[in-house]
């Protein structure tokens, strides 16, 4: 069965360091989104991309965050300048159409630590 | 504001015995509401979802149960076996084409 990888599993970061966290969604998937998971607490939305762009973004993707399709295949979460309130699980979600609670699918995640 | 929780951080229940997971949800426009099961070490995976016309949807061995009235969602997971072990989650969506907003989330712990 298809599933969408996110590596590292694991990152452990200084705080203000840059980090990069990489997905590879499904192969014929076209909406991307990111979430995260403070230790305990909900999911929540980060942002979605569809088309090369942005298609939404919540009030914790600020200017520290962005995303990026580099190529046909990778799908990144970059936060600049890491901040201990960022120490979370991150995961990347895809779907062959947008917003489709059904078909989208969720990776394993990729713990960050800040210290 | 946004606004998806649950009711109890923790559920146990003997093995072979009926779950039920109760959520409340404060936004009466949402229309899709979904139920997500989240195991140690994995992402969400979707369980089964129900519109806001429907007040009661069955999978395989689960039903959710909506009643608009008092804002309340359910999930009912029948003779609960020790791979039903994980977190639920209920989320909405304010219609087919919006985000997904998540709730907190309830462990499920299956007793032997």
New interface residues.
Partial sequence: EPE?TQTPSHQVTQMGQEVILRCVPISNHLYFYW?RQILG?????LV?FYNNEIS?KSEIFDDQFSVERPDGSNFTLKIRSTKLEDSAMY?C?SSVR?????K?F????TQLSVL | GES?GLHLPTLSVQEGDNSIINCAYSNSASD?F?WYKQES??????II?IRSNMDKRQGQRVTVLLNKTVKHLSLQIAATQPGDSAVY?C?E?KN??????????TRLHILP
């Fill in positions: 969408v979430y607490q909900k999911v929540e939305f979605s939404e995961f979600a947008g917003n489709s609670a059904e989208l969720f990776g394993s995640g | 998806v899709y979904i070490g994995k992402g969400p995976q979707f979802d989650f989320a969506m087919r084409d919006d985000k997904i907003i998540f709730g907190k989330g």
